[in-house]
């Protein structure tokens, strides 16, 4: 009882905070989507015709491919290549940590700097055109060209990101314990059956971890679009989060923003419950 | 026993979280609560704008007595212009004793935003500094005064094409404080290099020019910028029709105009990166990978900060003319909200910041021009002639385009989904080849149905 009470005092004022921005605004914003809100003019109740314009809209329905696209293009880079770099910085050699800071510096880096900074390489006449001239690939238009893009906003994104992620294997993988690794290898395991076999199974719950929060993380990145591109050419690089921005700052539609975050929060969850059945299972 | 105290505890701490929310949630006066009135208020005024435009709940009645405290909001003015604003304050706060003026500058990029949470709970600042296109929004959902109406008395003091740039759906709903025209700022050694001895004076030219520039030197010579939309308007090709009701700008000239631009970069004239806001004029000028900007003279400063060594060999030269002979002009306003309560006290105030004395002295301090046809008399603006410096040369000249220029933003809401509508479909000529005619209809339908709904 004496615990529980403690338990409570010590949770009452995050619970609180995350009632008062978290829980009351997603509510507040669903009871929008119902209606036309534009925050100059009284609210007015129209039903599901958000939801009817959002499946109507053309705009919207590529917003959602190019934020579907994203995700296929990160996530899966975002959760495998963090285990292999996480893999080697686990190792105890003399100056590992210098290689986990190396590694980690990118997340340190603000999001707005790290577009700006890649907005400069990316250029036509920037560095990476530069590099590749050498190879003998003449200049590519990475951010003006359609095609190209969401490649370049994902390269950028899984740069940024993969120091975050493979912290968490990192803290994963201290947990495995050596007698597994020594087991294996005494059964004759190669290196990489030691890690098939052995590290994977046991990360499984973090491999499940971290396939949900850089999913949700691709599907709500905002800011790099914003930064780089401002969602062009052509949208090409319009995702949803940034539409539902540009309605509701610039056109003022906020009702109809709400509704259309209010589809992205049921597809993220969806996919989130896809995740769960292929990848929370106790590791046997 | 343990159930029991276990339930109380529980009870308390709830309660104690609604407390903490309730007391949280209100804001300490009657706006909360009367969020409910506010909004019947707002549509009361929207409704009555220029009517009650003198009704005040705490002005005592002539314009002679105003009291009240005003909330002047302004843009990314201080600490440069603190001596500048304050000496506003004490002026004002001197004339009328009964008013108080508080200043609140806010970050250019927070504007928009703050001034949507501001309107969200019924407390929009009495004056507010907004661009065009933001008033125009605010103006069509009535939070801001008429100003047609209420400073009527000062309307002709501005010139007419910069007046009207705060118009929306026939009325007028802020005062023009300070604008910007153009200027050209060249780079005479590349033109020499290219065998020219003095720049472009028309869009025709400049395109003329740029094969034998980007030949000779390398460089470009006239470019797409971002504001490409404002070419109908320059070309003489208005963006919609007289009732401000349908897209206008499908015409054989913008298609003609178009299949022009699509054979410049095709040729390899211009890329499309600087359109995109992928790369900065002022970098490419300073780079001498351009030969001219066309822009206003306050952004000269920028090739200064970039490359001291360009911009002292650069010169400035009257704007680039399309075959309309007008420049735009795009003023920064002061608005007044319909919800304020002094609204009297803010109106005037409004007049005093924008008044030929004040928007004359504030010119002399920042790079702008007043919209006022009394300060543009002052002999500052002829200085600028004679000068060597691009800047002060620049400045000339751009105050000699004031008597032309006009405000060429449509007076319509949905102004930002027009010109997505006309980027949309010029991207698509040049990066998926689509025909200029096929795109320009396609813009023209888009433009149609944001302007019925």
């Known amino acids: 009882m004496y615990k529980a009470r403690h338990a409570w005092s010590f949770l009452s004022i995050p619970l609180l905070l995350l009632l008062l921005f978290t829980f009351i605004p997603s509510i507040a914003a669903l009871g929008l989507s119902f209606t036309n809100y534009n925050v100059f003019d009284p609210v007015e109740w129209v039903g599901l015709n958000n939801y009817i314009q959002a499946f109507q809209d053309s705009e919207f ?9 994203y995700w296929l293009l990160v996530t899966p880079v975002l959760v495998v290549f963090p285990i292999l770099i996480a893999v080697l910085v686990n190792q105890k050699l003399r100056g590992i940590s210098m290689f986990r800071l190396i590694f980690y510096f990118p997340v340190l880096v603000s999001v707005v700097v790290t577009a700006i900074l890649w907005k400069w390489m990316f250029a036509k006449q920037g560095i990476i055109n530069y590099f590749l001239s050498f190879l003998g690939i003449g200049e590519i238009g990475w951010l003006i060209n359609p095609s190209t893009v969401m490649l370049a906003l994902a390269f950028v994104t899984v740069w940024q990101g993969f120091g975050y992620y493979m912290l968490f294997y990192l803290a994963a993988l201290q947990g495995v314990p050596k007698e597994l ?33 850089s999913t949700m993380g691709a599907f709500k990145e905002f800011t790099l679009m914003l930064t780089m591109t401002s969602g062009g050419p052509l949208r090409a ?3 949803a989060v940034l539409l539902v921005f540009q309605e509701a700052f610039t056109e003022l539609n906020m009702g109809y923003a709400s509704a259309i975050s209010f589809i992205l929060f049921i597809v993220i969850l969806i996919i989130t419950f896809i995740n769960q059945k292929f990848l929370d299972q106790n590791p046997r | 026993m343990n159930k029991m105290m276990n339930a109380k505890f529980l009870l308390m701490l709830v309660l104690g979280m609604m407390l903490i929310t309730f007391t949280a949630c209100s804001d300490g006066d009657e706006t909360s609560a009367g969020d409910t009135e506010d909004t019947t208020t707002n549509e009361e005024n929207t409704d009555n704008t220029g009517d009650n435009t003198g009704d005040t709940a705490d002005t005592s009645g002539s314009s002679d007595e105003l009291s009240g405290e005003v909330e002047f909001m302004t843009i990314s003015l201080l600490p440069a212009f603190e001596d500048y604003l304050n000496g506003l304050k004490e002026s004002f706060e001197s004339e009328h004793p009964g008013v108080t003026v508080k200043i609140n500058d806010v970050p250019y990029d927070q504007v928009e935003q703050l001034v949507l949470t501001k309107a969200a709970s019924g407390d929009l600042p009495d004056v507010m500094n907004l661009n065009t296109d933001f008033v125009k929004k605010a103006g069509a959902k009535g939070a801001l005064v008429n100003m047609d ?8 003091t501005f010139f007419e094409g910069i007046w009207e740039a705060g118009s929306v759906n026939g009325s007028v709903y802020a005062l023009p404080w300070y604008t910007t025209t153009s200027g050209l700022i060249y780079n005479p050694e590349l033109l020499e290099k290219a065998g020219y001895d003095a720049p472009p004076a028309t869009f025709e030219e400049a395109w003329e020019m740029s094969p034998t520039i980007l030949e000779k030197t390398g460089a470009y010579g006239e470019v797409i910028m971002p504001e490409m939309h404002f070419q109908f308007p320059k070309n003489g090709i208005p963006f919609l029709n007289e009732d401000n009701t349908k897209a206008a700008f499908n015409t054989p000239e913008a298609v003609e105009l178009w299949t022009k631009y699509k054979e410049y970069y095709d040729e390899g004239l211009y890329d499309i990166d600087i359109l995109l806001n992928q790369v900065s004029m002022a970098e490419l000028y300073a780079q001498e990978k351009v030969a001219w900007w066309y822009t206003g003279p306050q ?5 200064k900060d970039l490359s001291p060594d360009v ?3 650069s010169l400035a030269g009257p704007p680039l003319e399309g075959t309309a002979g007008k420049q735009h002009a795009n003023p920064m306003n002061i608005a007044v909200s319909s919800t304020s309560k002094s609204k009297d006290a803010a109106v005037a105030f409004a007049k005093f910041v924008t008044n030929a004395d004040n928007q004359l002295a504030f010119a002399k301090e920042a790079a702008v021009l007043p919209p006022v046809k009394e300060a543009i008399e002052d002999p500052f603006f002829a200085e600028g002639e004679d000068s060597e410096d691009a800047t002060e040369r620049g400045k000339f000249y751009a105050a000699q385009a004031l008597d032309t220029a006009e405000n060429m933003i449509p007076p319509v809401e949905s102004v930002s989904g027009i010109y997505e509508a006309i980027h949309q479909a010029f991207q698509r000529v040049l990066l998926q080849d689509v025909d200029p005619a096929d795109a320009l209809t396609q813009a023209e339908q888009e433009v149609n149905s944001l302007l019925a709904e």
């Open chain 2, 149 to 156: 109406e209420a400073a009527a008395d000062v309307k002709d």
């Open chain 1, 237 to 239: 690089s319009t995702t």
């Open chain 2, 311 to 313: 911009y002292e060999k």
């Open chain 1, 181 to 213: 690794y020594e087991a294996c290898e005494l059964d004759g395991g190669s290196f990489w059956q030691k890690h098939i076999y052995v590290t994977v199974p046991l990360i499984k719950p973090m491999i499940f971890f971290v396939t949900v929060i």
């Open chain 1, 61 to 69: 329905r590529k917003a959602l491919f190019n934020t579907v696209y």
């Open chain 2, 299 to 303: 952004l000269f400063r920028q090739v």
